[in-house]
């Protein structure tokens, strides 16, 4: 069965703090994962997804097939990054996706 | 990147009646997807639009209740038939294109009172 699981509904850190949104999946196939933000009174917005291995706002992600996980992690939030963010997993050529059911990171000044 | 419009943006509706939900394109795109965002909860896909040919729905989301129509490459609409309070949720379409990301709407907030 295909699925995205965020274990955790918040994350509460300090500014500063290192922050782990956790990340696990589930695909029969070569997964291909996203990272998808959405700030207050904003629209659903792509962060980053594996196959770039790129950084955005301070952001990376790493694919491991051994623990089937892809987890974001950011060395020292800052306030900006209260939000939602939710892992999706590709599940069809047209991105066609499949979500985690979000982990809501507060950072506290 | 392409920039989706979503119409309306919230409404609040009366249980029993129809809510039409439109989705315009600046650009043409394969694909167009629905999704349902209940509050409180994650995105759940319920269906895709193909131009010219009917919906693909996903298990748990039937045409009756969610008709779509696909009638050009630029734009869908999703209508909530019948609706009822547990149709409360955020509705957003979604673009679908090969190798590139996925774009949202801004979602529609529909109540049902």
């Known amino acids: 069965a295909q699925r995205v699981t965020q274990p955790e509904k918040l994350l509460s850190v300090f500014k500063g703090a290192p922050v782990e949104l956790k990340c696990n999946y589930s695909?029969?196939?070569?997964?291909?994962l996203f990272w998808y933000v959405q700030y207050s009174r904003q629209r659903l917005q792509l962060l980053l997804r594996h196959i770039s291995r790129e950084s955005i706002k301070g952001f990376t992600a790493d694919l491991n097939k051994g623990e089937t996980s892809f987890h974001l992690k950011k060395p020292f939030a800052q306030e900006e990054d209260s939000a939602m963010y939710y892992c999706?997993?590709?599940?069809?050529?047209?991105?066609?996706?499949?979500f985690g059911a979000g982990t809501r990171l507060a950072v506290h000044p | 990147s392409a920039v989706i419009s979503q119409k309306p943006s919230r409404d609040i509706c009366q249980r029993g009646t129809s809510l039409t939900i439109q989705c315009q394109v600046d650009s043409q795109v394969t694909m167009m997807f629905w999704y349902r965002q209940q509050p409180g909860q994650s995105l759940t896909l319920i269906a895709t639009a193909n131009q010219g040919s009917e919906a693909t729905y996903e298990s748990g989301f039937v045409i009756d209740k969610f008709p779509i129509s696909r009638p050009n490459l630029t734009f869908s609409t999703l209508t909530v038939s019948n609706m009822s309070p547990e149709d409360s949720s955020i509705y957003l379409c979604?673009?679908?294109?090969?190798?590139?990301?996925?774009?949202f709407g801004q979602g529609t907030r529909l109540t049902v009172v």
């Open positions: 979604s673009l679908g294109q090969m190798n590139t990301e996925a774009f």
């Open positions: 695909y029969s196939g070569s997964p291909e």
């Open positions: 999706a997993l590709k599940a069809g050529g047209y991105n066609k996706l499949i």
